[in-house]
């Protein structure tokens, strides 16, 4: 007895530890499912960098709703928010654990996307109140003996594409990598961006053992947003496979939700992809009239600049700016580097011609002294000419007082009548 209870003890501990795993593709295997995250959480570093609660007051991509193509979704934070969902991952070889999210990736992505607020934790997702879509394309784990690890079957991304097209997405984010293209990922993708739909994609991790030449997929067509990631230090993250990366987000040991509830920590470009959704919801609310390619336009345009500056290898056109992406003020056009200033080596013609006009200056100044001193002295003439005649050219000036001292002893004045004679009493 006592030795069943040492089991079961065991058996718990185990699966308890299950639910502090990093939500992380490589480190989930066959009914190994994340567990619960931590009940409450600060304010993470993403949301501090991108403040979209700044926008709040404007929209919350209420009117939006949002596709995510990845694991599943389920998580007490995203409740109410999940319009409609399906299961299309290949049947597992094993017992299956018949949960809607195993891995934990798209709750994660989901719920960087619309987590609501609570009294509990300072996460919150980018656009809270839209509507989300979930596509499952992968069940308890990756498919076994795929080069790289952790990749979908391209037909299976088509799938979920597909559906959700059927389900009025109005974003489409591609949360799980394939590295193979295919007519049906090709097509589904054409599908999405000829309906008006933004379709954002993770650019994927490249890791040491990967096969050279292999590119993400749909990452890597042209008209999907291709997403890496950065971490708290602002630096990117990851290398990836893509052939481009249009714009970062915060990807790396970031806060998301877990399956079994509250938060943990999270990393990968699918968590930057979600970032990017959640942005293009308010975008796309704020502004209903643009179009996807304009709502691009705006994102690449508004974007904060990269450290290698714009269209760099790792960086993109740089870090999502969702507040800036909505109340810009844009002119038509595509953000393009300025050339270095080049001034040439002037010609013999452009030489002369300076010459004239620096030889024409100094003409032009001293006949300006010469009619400024003229004036002068026309000025005098007519004010101080008739002054000097009446003074027949005088000094107009007194003449200094003469000093002239007092006797120290002076005489007492003279009686009044002292000229009278004098008489007798």
Not at 29 to 57: F, I, K
Not at 313 to 333: C, K, S, T
Not at 354 to 382: F, H, I, K, P
Request: proline share 9%; with cysteine; aromatic share 4%.
């Amino acid at each position: 007895m006592y030795a069943k209870r040492c089991l079961r003890t065991l058996l718990a501990a185990a699966v308890g530890s299950l639910g502090i795993l990093l939500i992380d593709p490589s480190a989930a295997q066959a009914q190994q499912c994340v567990g619960a995250g931590q009940p409450n959480s600060p304010v993470p570093w993403a949301q501090q960098v991108l403040t979209p609660e700044r926008l709040w007051p404007l929209t919350s991509g209420s009117k939006q709703r949002v596709a995510v193509v990845g694991t599943g979704v389920s998580s007490p934070l995203l409740d109410g928010a999940i319009a409609a969902s399906v299961d299309l991952s290949p049947p597992s070889r094993t017992g299956a654990s018949g949960k809607p999210d195993c891995l934990g990736l798209g709750t994660a992505v989901a719920g960087v996307i619309g987590a609501k607020e609570t009294s509990e934790h300072g996460f919150h997702g980018v656009a809270p109140k839209t509507k989300l879509l979930s596509a499952k394309v992968v069940g308890d784990s990756f498919p076994q003996g795929t080069q790289p690890n952790d990749s979908v079957a391209p037909d299976t991304l088509a799938a979920g594409i597909n559906w959700s097209l059927d389900q009025s997405a109005t974003i489409v984010t591609v949360a799980a990598v394939s590295y193979q293209d295919s007519p049906a990922l090709r097509q589904a993708t054409k599908r999405a961006l000829d309906a008006d739909v933004v379709v954002i994609a993770a650019a994927g991790r490249a890791e040491q053992n990967d096969p050279p030449g292999i590119a993400p997929y749909p990452a890597s067509y042209e008209g999907v947003l291709s997403v890496g990631m950065i971490g708290e230090d602002g630096m990117v993250a990851a290398d990836t496979h893509a052939p481009r990366v249009d714009l970062v987000a915060p990807g790396a040991e970031v806060t998301a939700a877990y399956p079994g509830g509250g938060v943990g920590p999270a990393s990968g470009t699918e968590l930057a992809a979600g970032y990017v959704a959640g942005t293009v919801a308010l975008l796309r609310d704020y502004r209903p009239q643009l179009s996807n390619e304009e709502v691009v336009q705006r994102l690449l345009a508004t974007a904060s600049p990269a450290p290698e500056g714009v269209g760099s290898r790792n960086y993109g056109h740089g870090l999502i700016n969702p507040y800036q992406a909505a109340v810009a003020n844009l002119v038509d056009g595509h953000p393009t580097t300025l050339a270095p200033a080049d001034p040439g080596v002037p010609t013999a013609e452009e030489l002369a011609r300076e010459a004239a006009w620096q030889q024409s200056d100094s003409l032009a100044y001293g006949l300006v002294a010469v009619g400024v001193s003229a004036a002068v002295v026309m000025t005098a003439v007519v004010v101080f000419g008739p002054r000097g005649r009446r003074r027949r050219w005088r000094s107009g000036v007194a003449e200094a007082p003469v000093d002239r001292p007092e006797d120290e002893l002076p005489e007492p004045p003279a009686d009044l009548f002292d000229d009278r004679p004098k008489t007798g009493v």
